[in-house]
């Protein structure tokens, strides 16, 4: 069966509504729900676009939680205005085949901070990380700078100081 604009259908099992026209408008709030089951939204052969004049919601009330996947393409989450991604239980994960990039270009810069636990880089292959201006490297109870299979190199246009005594200077 098909529903066409301001008809009500209840108590049909397994109705689809379809919109047969390029376009559908509803002049007041507008519910679509499935009491017991899924519900798809789905366009065989064009774009599904979501939008919202004050938003767009998406909430899951269930473990299940929500997936965003893209099968046979990029995803792209673009937004203006400051954003989080968070979660109260459990690890967040960012992966890449190709790697991770995360990229600043404002003042506020990239702050990676572990208030409760350790935090690691680990990583296979030459690396460099580089600032314009001081680099400080600092622990609270020891700081451990090793190389295992080679040489350690410390180098300064102006000369390197190490202070063995706790004593600048």
Do not use: C, M
């Not at 919109?19 to 899924?38: E, L, Q, R």
């Not at 919202?52 to 893209?70: E, H, K, L, P, Y």
């Not at 990676?112 to 201006?133: K, Y």
């Not at 622990?139 to 295992?148: E, H």
Request: glycine letters at 14%.
């Amino acid at each position: 069966e098909r529903g066409h604009f301001g008809s009500t259908v209840a108590g049909v099992p397994d109705y689809n509504f379809h919109v047969t026209g390029s376009y559908f408008a509803a002049s007041k709030a507008f519910t679509i729900n499935s009491d017991a089951g899924d519900l798809s939204l789905n366009s065989d052969v064009a774009t599904l676009a979501l939008s919202g004049a004050t938003g767009v919601t998406i909430n899951a009330d269930s473990v299940a939680g929500v997936t965003i996947d893209s099968r046979l393409g990029p995803a792209s989450i673009d937004v203006v205005g400051t954003s989080n991604f968070s979660t109260i239980g459990g690890a967040l994960t960012l992966s890449g085949a190709d790697g991770v990039v995360i990229d600043a270009d404002a003042v506020g810069g990239v702050t990676i901070d572990s208030r409760l636990g350790p935090a690691s880089i680990d990583v296979v292959g030459d690396s460099n990380f580089t600032t314009v201006g001081q680099l400080f490297l600092s622990g609270s109870t020891q700081v451990d700078i090793a190389s295992t299979e080679g040489p350690l190199w410390l180098s300064g246009s102006t000369g390197v100081t190490i202070d063995a005594d706790g004593v600048a200077g």
